[in-house]
């Protein structure tokens, strides 16, 4: 699967692809950047973009 897309935001995976932190055996990958935006509201302590709202998209 060389072109898989992130679910999240419908960008490229990448090489390196991080897992979501949404479920709990977190086997679904995410590009870098939304792992990084995930870690980022974790650390806010905000709520976690729900699987219902994926793919985001960038206004
Ligand atoms: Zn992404």
Redesign the pocket.
């Given at each position: 699967m060389p072109d898989t897309p992130?679910p999240?935001?419908?960008?490229p995976l990448g090489e390196h692809p991080a897992r979501t932190r949404l479920t709990l055996d977190r086997d679904v990958r995410?590009?870098t950047?939304?792992g990084t935006d995930e870690a980022t509201r974790i650390a806010r302590g905000e709520p976690p973009i729900p699987f219902g709202d994926w793919p985001i998209r960038a206004s």
């Open positions: 992130c999240r935001c419908g960008g995410i590009c950047p939304c």
